[in-house]
């Protein structure tokens, strides 16, 4: 019996995938994006000297952020913070509010609530023109726009989440906001409502502060983005003025356990396949396996012949249109940080998949194609011994897809792969296809992000030219290869996506901060 204890996975240890780490909330001393001085996060904002990024750079150490303070330039930043010092409880308020709408995928009252929400809560930030935009019954599309000025940033979001189950994980209820500790714990309140807000919150303050915006803002805050956004090519192209502009920010954004903030410049694309094989009219006796065919087995077939065990497609022409990594993406990936220890530790394994080393590792999370199985459900497994042949087996497939390639070329392939295989009985259907997007980085949008987020989180910013996740970016912004950035709060622990997500209110205040600069920045960044 020793040696054989199962250490069972604490509900706080599921992983979030950004940056594998565990929760900070539950392990205060890996602090993970945390100030290590530990100071209040409120008062932190108002009344601590923002780090000069000169400074900080030349002496690369925390105590030198403190005596950069009286320089001239301090006096306008210092009214940001008061302003958003002066503002929080309010600002605090509204994402309670926001946070509190239940707007999963299934639930089309609160989606609309949702909707509303956002469109009302625009046009009180002077989006004079906010609206929504409909295909049929689906959750509306909420676009508005403000200020004027040579440039247009579009600020792509969506207020829809994550389904919160399981519940009975939650320490507090995921649609009553919770403050703990300094963080707010709510599904959604990372990805994507607590980003969305403060982006709005953000043209307030720069207009208190600064002054009318320089550029013009617009956003498109679709209600769908967790469904694969099924009907934002088509609003979009209905008003093509809407995806015209200079530069756009994503959804989302992070920082690393460094506090590095942490910019992402694309994403991958995603096609989502249901799998069905059906072998017979129904179930039958085992003892007839040495004539009846078999569709667990049959399916498990089907799906082998994806993949060799290094991790290569093996579909026909799946590789052609992946895009070479350019020179300058190469060195990004160079630069880019990779904890491949804590990679590993946050799901307890002590090698990667497909015999991948960690430089593999680091380069295919950026720019590898993946085929990954979901889920697969056939036959009896429930407790006890069934014998028994099933005659049905389903099973989910997701492809993450890297520039250029096409979702659906794709399915077109996977089919011709399983008819040539002889798996012309195994039926699937996509459910979901978006194309992958890699922007440029050598662009004013990122080097004025890259700049903000450097001066209000006080460390150097990690280019990263494509996340693992999906983001309809390639909608808005591949006709006119528009760079597009991450410019947000979330910490490697925010849990988006499973439960107990939360974020910490200090890093809300700051990515706020960033973003009131950005709108004036952008305006001149060359
Ligand atoms: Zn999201």
Redesign the pocket.
Known sequence: MAGHTVVRTQPHDIPDGAGGERSAREHPDHSIGRDPAGRDALDDVVDETRPCVAVWRGHGRHDAEKTASHTAAMTVRDDLDRFIASERDRFTAELRELCAIPCEASDKRALDAAARWCRERLRAAGFADARELRADSAPALVVGETGAGKRTLIGVQ?YD??PAVPLELWKSPPYDPAMRDGAMYARGVD??KG?LLLRIQAVEAHRAVYGELPIRVRFLIEGE??SGSPNLASLLAREPDLTGGDGALK??GAIDSQGRPLLSLGGKGILYCHFRVRTMSRDAHSGGATHYPNAAMRLAHAFASLMDPRGRVLIEGFYDDVREPTAAEAEMLERMPFDSQATRDVVGIERFAFGRGDDDAKRASVFEPTCNVCGIESGYNGPGSKTVIPCEATGKIDFRLVPDQDPDYIAELLRAHLDRSGFGDVDFSAEEGEHPYRGPADAPLVRAVAAVAEEAFGKPVVLIPSSG?T?PMWVVCNARRMANVTLGMGHPGAG?HAPNEHILMENYWRAMRATAGLYTRFASQQ
């Open positions: 969506h989440v994550q990805d994507n980003h983005e967790e959804e989302g996740g983001s988006a």
